[in-house]
T-cell receptor, first 115, second 113 residues
């Protein structure tokens, strides 16, 4: 089985721009979650999608948004980029549904640098 | 915000020694998981322990969970240089509808050959 694929791997954007990151989960997985990792704040949960519906949302401003498509692929968008949005963005997939005690499978991440 | 803290924040040992990392969390949980991360890459799942379990083993890994103290520990026995990485605990909060993970701050482990 192919793993979780995140594109692009690296991205450099200018303040004020917007960016879209993509995540393809493991085949058959219906839950996709996004995390932001920074040296100062550590790993923080952004949101989780299951069957195209946002199931959980972290404490991030409205500039951060996401969506999930019918094939379970997910995108997250950050508008009006700020320097503090520079981070490693990680996507994780899991079977979802009623299976609570399952591991999450992470992609390699997208390293976003805002200049 | 993070669920809890891990200690130590950094640990340096010699190959062959055991490494112990501790994790504390704040709320009732469904399960607790440990992940490893190499050099800012993706996280790799190591082990999952359910809230009704007290100890679990996987190869050289041993995890304990004390729900009364809201704490967990990860023991890596006979460490190898390849174990050098950051280790994170993560919890799935009880009664949460999904699979949201709340991470601790991590422990940076260095194993010297």
């Amino acid at each position: 089985k192919a793993g979780v694929t995140q594109t692009p791997r690296y991205l450099i954007k200018t303040r004020g721009q917007q960016v879209t990151l993509s995540c393809s989960p493991i085949s058959g997985h219906r839950s996709v979650s996004w995390y932001q990792q920074t040296p100062g704040q550590g790993l923080q949960f952004l949101f989780e999608y299951f069957s195209e519906t946002q199931r959980n949302k972290g404490n991030f401003p409205g500039r951060f948004s996401g969506r999930q498509f019918s094939n379970s692929r997910s995108e997250m968008n950050v508008s009006t980029l700020e320097l503090g949005d520079s981070a490693l963005y990680l996507c994780a997939s899991s079977p979802g549904g009623g299976q609570r005690n399952t591991e999450a499978f992470f992609g390699q991440g997208t390293r976003l640098t805002v200049v | 915000s993070q669920q809890g803290e891990e200690d130590p924040q950094a640990l340096s040992i010699q190959e062959g020694e055991n490494a112990t990392m501790n994790c504390s969390y704040k709320t009732s949980i469904n399960n607790l998981q440990w992940y490893r991360q190499n050099s800012g890459r993706g996280l790799v799942h190591l082990i999952l322990i359910r809230s009704n379990e007290r100890e679990k083993h996987s190869g050289r890994l041993r995890v304990t969970l004390d729900t009364s103290k809201k704490s967990s520990s990860l023991l890596i026995t006979a460490s190898r240089a390849a174990d050098t990485a950051s280790y994170f605990c993560a919890t799935v909060i009880l009664n949460n509808a999904g699979n949201m993970l709340t991470f601790g701050g991590g422990t940076r482990l260095m194993v010297k050959p």
